[in-house]
């Protein structure tokens, strides 16, 4: 289980984090109203259980996770129309919030196969080297699942939504009682990283409950 940081300042860094990395914002250009935040959603809307899943894309035990026992609990649990995944995501740092940037800049229908890249090259694009170079790498990921050149400097320029994502996650958070990654809440309870099996005694107690 990763400690989590907890960030002062952390809008502010963020934001500067994604200038130091080469891009420039208008920050006029920017829409006065805050960006909405689309929940990331695996499985049946309706299914009897809800798993929230808090994660970081520059965790290494989320990145075990994700490409591992996520992968049989999809087949086991999500593909089946019993349980609704939700993907949350948590920042320790401004690679983790570039990364779900990258993931979320083709919508809802790319953003899990992009987050299955991410995760699975984990080790190789957070030492790319200096920040230009660790971007370079996650928006490689971005363009093998059919996001434009265009369309990912938009993403990655758009220091409103930046902004918002790191507000959404510290809100979630907070509410949550989230203090490390990952971290699930199934139907309202808080459940600590465990190996699958484990998992699969809490999933099936919750759908025997149903």
């Not at 970081?56 to 490409?67: G, L, Y």
């Not at 994502?165 to 199934?186: C, H, M, R």
Request: proline letters at 4%; aromatic letters at 10%; a negative charge.
């Amino acid at each position: 289980m990763t400690r989590m940081t907890t960030f002062l300042g952390a809008v502010a860094v963020m934001a500067a984090g994604v200038l130091t990395a080469g891009w420039a914002t208008d920050a006029a250009a920017q829409d006065a109203q805050a960006p909405e935040i689309v929940e990331m959603v695996l499985g049946d809307p309706d299914a009897p259980v809800e798993m929230i899943e808090y994660a970081s894309f520059t965790c290494p035990h989320c990145a075990t996770f994700n490409t591992g026992p996520l992968k049989q609990l999809k087949k086991d649990y999500v593909d089946t129309g019993k349980v609704k995944l939700v993907y949350r995501d948590v920042y320790f740092d401004r690679f983790g919030l570039w990364a779900a940037m990258v993931a979320r800049c083709g919508g809802p229908e790319k953003f899990f196969g992009i987050s299955d890249m991410i995760y699975e090259n984990q080790a190789q694009w957070t030492r790319a080297g200096d920040p230009v170079a660790i971007v370079g790498e996650l928006r490689k990921f971005g363009k093998i699942a059919g996001v434009t050149d265009e369309q990912l400097d938009v993403c990655l320029n758009d220091a409103a939504k930046a902004q918002a994502l790191v507000e959404w996650y510290q809100k979630n958070a907070t509410e949550d009682g989230i203090t490390g990654t990952p971290s699930f809440i199934i139907d309202g309870e808080m459940v600590e990283n465990q190996p699958y099996d484990d998992l699969k005694v809490v999933l099936d107690e919750k759908l025997a409950a149903k």
